[in-house]
């Protein structure tokens, strides 16, 4: 099984600031790679696939990357609306593991 | 409009069983998988398994082999996530989703049903 792992655990970042948020994997998942935002008492919403491709409706202000087994999600400018728990997830192999997470907050 | 719609929280003994439910509407219901993803209280998201609606096919994350039990009616297009014996560690939000097409990253979610356990 592949382990992602999250880092750091909690992001403390006022709004208007960048936010990065790293998420690595134990091995090799060739892209496959997906991020995901979750409110208090939502349910998670699908951001990004594919390591940068934004789902239908995401703004333009997050991002993703690799390099290697490394991956980070940017926020260029935080809103209030994004404070919020991210998650990465792989999906090359079953079952498709989710990080730990990382908490954005004020 | 496309969405899945869970049934409602449950409140149980450890040993009883329970099936929560998961209704499929506005899309192709049988030619989606659909998986269900638990979480603690306060912890990360655990995929535990998949079922195809058209075939049946499912598959368990080896964690939850042999605990849980996943199955589908497509006739009124509902998976199910079935437990024989609850525990008090089975207290958690259980989420139904659906995977995009052939990559299983989760493009539609459920909005949850909260199992507690409790004696």
Redesign the interface.
Known sequence: ?IVMTQSPATLSVSPGERATLSCRASQGVYS?L?W?QQKLG?????LI??VSTR?TGIPARFSGSESGTEFTLTISSLQSEDFAVY?C?Q?HN????????TKVEI | EVQLVQSGAEVKKPGESLKISCKGSGYSFANHWIGWVRQRPGKGLEWMGIIYPGDSESRYSPSFQGQVTISVDKSVTTAYLHWSSLKASDTAMYYCARPEGAHWYFDLWGRGTLVTVSS
């Open positions: 099984e496959k997906a995901y939502k349910a998670p919403r699908l696939y594919g789902a998650y997830q999906y079953w079952p498709g593991t989710f990080g730990q997470g």
